[in-house]
Nanobody, 126 residues
Framework: QLQAFGGGLVQAGGSLRLSCAAS????????MGWFRRAPGKEREFLSAINWRGSSTYSVDSVKARFTVSRDGAKNTVVLKMNSLKPEDTAVYYC?????????????????????WGQGTQVTVSS
């Protein structure tokens, strides 16, 4: 299972820290990603990280403001969001894909992820 935490209401220009913990299978390794769905829009990819935390990727629209990282604990990932804008208002989802120990890959496509969290609401007021 995936549990996402940290959403809430924040003013424009503020920051939020989302966390996601994967407790799917003991001893497994998971590449993880963050997505969001804004009202009336399709779910979109934001950021991804390999299971080791050594490689990350974020889309251009957020990479100057959002940082994805591991939280130290295995299979826990953080999305730190700064300089939030009203257009960042959305439900944010974390996703996970089990990978072998030797993998250094992160994944960008929604279809590549197997496990999904329930989503956490982020609302940015102007």
């Amino acid at each position: 299972q995936l549990q996402a935490f940290g959403g809430g209401l924040v003013q424009a220009g503020g920051s939020l820290r989302l966390s996601c913990a994967a407790s799917i299978r003991t001893g497994s390794n998971f590449a993880m990603g963050w997505f969001r769905r804004a009202p009336g829009k399709e779910r979109e990819f934001l950021s991804a990280i390999n299971w080791r935390g050594s490689s990350t990727y974020s889309v251009d629209s957020v990479k100057a403001r959002f940082t994805v990282s591991r939280d130290g604990a295995k299979n826990t990932v953080v999305l730190k969001m700064n300089s939030l804008k009203p257009e960042d208002t959305a439900v944010y989802y974390c996703a996970a894909k089990e990978v072998p120990y030797w993998s250094n890959t992160y994944y960008l496509r929604e279809s590549e992820y197997v496990y999904w969290g329930q989503g956490t609401q982020v609302t940015v007021s102007s």
